[in-house]
C-alpha cells in the first residue's frame, strides 16, 4: 500500500525558505506515469493546490505561486521535496504531499500533513 | 480564474440523504473529484471523475455532474459520515488545480 510521510521544521521565520520533504514507501516515485505535488490547507484560504512534479522530472505549479516554488525529486531516497521562498505569514499552513495519474487526475493517497508555522 | 462553490454547511438526520453541492460556470463539462476530511485528518477521496467510487467507499456515495451543478449523495447517513467534504476540478484556461471551500456535513 503507497503511502507519503512529510517532513521538515514546524517553524519558519519570515521572509526565509520554507523546505519540506515527501517520503514515498510502498512504491517507487519512478515506477508508473505518476505526479507527485503538494498541497496546502489554512483556515484563511481553504485547500490550495501548490505544484507538481511528474516522475520523468517535468514540473507544473499555481500560476500564484510559481515564481516563489521550487518541486523536485530525489530518486536515490524515493522523496520529493518542496521549496518555497519568501514566506510569509500568509504561507502559514499544513501541507500535504500527495499523488495523482495525470492533469486533471484526482489527488490520491495524501501524506498525513505537516504544520507550518510563520513567524519571527 | 475558475471558481467552485460549495454551501458551508449541511445538516442531515441519520438515515436520510445528504447532497452536497458544487457550483461552477459549466461545470458539467469537467470532471470533479470529492473528498471526505474528518477532524485532524488528511482528505480521503471519496468520488472521482464525477461519478466514480475508489475501492472501499461504500456504495452509499454517489456523485452527479451537469450543467452549472455537480452533486456528491451520500445515502442512508450515518453518524461515521460527519466530516468536510471538498470539491475539486481541473482548471485547464489557467492550468490549475481548483478546491472549492467546503462543507461541513453534521449528522443530527
Known amino acids: 500500500q503507497l503511502q507519503l510521510r512529510e517532513s521538515g521544521p514546524a517553524l519558519v521565520k519570515p521572509s526565509e525558505t520554507l523546505s519540506l520533504t515527501c517520503t514515498v514507501s510502498g512504491g517507487s516515485i519512478t515506477n508508473g506515469t505518476y505526479y507527485w505535488g503538494w498541497i496546502r490547507q489554512s483556515p484563511e484560504k481553504g485547500l490550495e493546490w501548490i505544484g507538481s512534479?511528474?516522475?520523468?522530472?517535468?514540473?507544473y505549479y499555481d500560476p500564484s505561486l510559481k515564481s516563489r516554488v521550487t518541486i523536485n525529486l530525489d530518486t536515490s531516497k524515493n522523496q520529493f521535496s518542496l521549496i518555497l521562498h519568501s514566506v510569509t505569514a500568509a504561507d502559514a499552513a499544513v501541507y500535504y504531499c500527495e499523488r495523482h495519474r495525470s492533469v486533471g487526475k484526482p489527488f490520491d493517497p495524501w501524506g498525513q500533513g505537516t504544520r507550518v508555522t510563520v513567524s519571527s | 480564474s475558475y471558481v467552485v462553490t460549495q454551501p458551508p454547511s449541511l445538516s442531515v438526520g441519520p438515515g436520510q440523504t445528504a447532497r452536497i453541492t458544487c457550483g461552477g460556470n459549466?461545470?458539467?463539462?469537467?470532471?470533479v473529484h470529492w473528498y471526505q476530511q474528518k477532524p485532524g485528518q488528511a482528505p480521503v477521496l471519496v468520488m472521482f471523475d464525477d461519478d466514480d467510487r475508489p475501492s472501499g467507499i461504500p456504495d452509499r456515495f454517489s456523485g452527479s455532474n451537469s450543467g452549472n451543478t455537480a452533486t456528491l449523495t451520500i445515502s442512508r447517513v450515518v453518524a461515521g459520515d460527519e466530516a468536510d467534504y471538498f470539491c475539486?476540478?481541473?482548471?485547464?484556461?489557467?492550468?490549475?488545480?481548483?478546491f472549492g471551500g467546503g462543507t461541513t456535513v453534521s449528522v443530527l
Open positions: 459549466n461545470i458539467g463539462r469537467k470532471s
Open positions: 475539486q476540478v481541473w482548471d485547464g484556461d489557467d492550468d490549475r488545480h481548483v
Open positions: 512534479i511528474y516522475y520523468n522530472g517535468n514540473t
